[in-house]
């Protein structure tokens, strides 16, 4: 089993930066995908980005904005948002999968309680 806590949300002006972290503790492997997804309220959770080994994968609504990364000798997955915008606002969840840069909810086996990003206009 996997624990992830995520960290570094907090109310921003549009425009503005954000840097996500989530560090993951247990039964940790580097081979492992780390995900991002974000609830905003009342919308169903949606994918954000993921990353396996090297490989990313981002939704096209945050292409170009927001960049995945990981660290391995700190279990620590990284969602850097650049240019935020108010429809950024939600909460934002880790997740950690045994597939190789899988998208979908499902598919994700552990979850942290997630961070809240607030972006004011």
């Known amino acids: 089993q996997v624990q992830l806590v995520e960290s570094g949300g907090g109310l921003v002006q549009t425009g503005g930066s954000l840097r996500l972290s989530c560090a993951a503790s247990?039964?940790?492997?580097?081979?492992?995908?780390m995900g991002w997804f974000r609830q905003a309220p009342g919308k169903e959770r949606e994918f954000v980005a993921a990353?396996?080994?090297?490989?990313?994968v981002a939704a096209d609504s945050v292409k170009g904005r927001f960049t995945i990364s990981r660290d391995n000798t700190k279990n620590t997955a990284y969602l850097q948002m650049n240019s935020l915008k108010p429809e950024d606002t939600a909460l934002y969840f880790c997740?950690?999968?045994?597939?190789?840069?899988?998208?979908?909810?499902?598919?994700?086996?552990?979850w942290g309680q997630g961070t809240q990003v607030t972006v004011s206009s």
């Open positions: 990353i396996w080994r090297s490989l990313t």
């Open positions: 247990g039964q940790t492997s580097s081979r492992a995908t």
């Open positions: 997740a950690a999968s045994g597939n190789s840069l899988p998208t979908k909810e499902y598919e994700y086996t552990s």
